[in-house]
Nanobody, 114 residues
Framework: QVQLVESGGGLVQAGGSLRLSCAASGRIFGPNAMGWYRQAPGKQRELVARITSGGVSSYLDSVKGRFTISRDNAKNTVYLQMNNLKPEDTAVYYC????????WGQGTQVTVSS
């Protein structure tokens, strides 16, 4: 079993920055991938960014150049640095870990005011 604990959400003005963190604990071994999804009201959950245990990352087109995903394998923690935030980035952000199966965090609210 794997547990994911997120932190770092909040309210920020457009153009501002936030950094999300997600710490994983439990049975973590072998190749895996961690990432961030988001879900805005009335919309489907979408993949924002993902990074493998080997360090290969991928991003949603709309966040490329603004968001950076990174991970500290020694701490089993993944980060999402979000810069130049826009109102359309407002959503609940969920940490995800694919370690044999999908695990989800509880979600953290990110609100960007115009």
């Amino acid at each position: 079993q794997v547990q994911l604990v997120e932190s770092g959400g909040g309210l920020v003005q457009a153009g501002g920055s936030l950094r999300l963190s997600c710490a994983a604990s439990g049975r973590i071994f072998g190749p895996n991938a961690m990432g961030w999804y988001r879900q805005a009201p009335g919309k489907q959950r979408e993949l924002v960014a993902r990074i493998t245990s080997g360090g290969v990352s991928s991003y949603l087109d709309s966040v490329k150049g603004r968001f950076t995903i990174s991970r500290d394998n020694a701490k089993n923690t993944v980060y999402l640095q979000m810069n130049n935030l826009k109102p359309e980035d407002t959503a609940v952000y969920y940490c995800n870990a694919m370690i044999g199966q999908n695990y989800w965090g509880q979600g953290t609210q990110v609100t960007v005011s115009s």
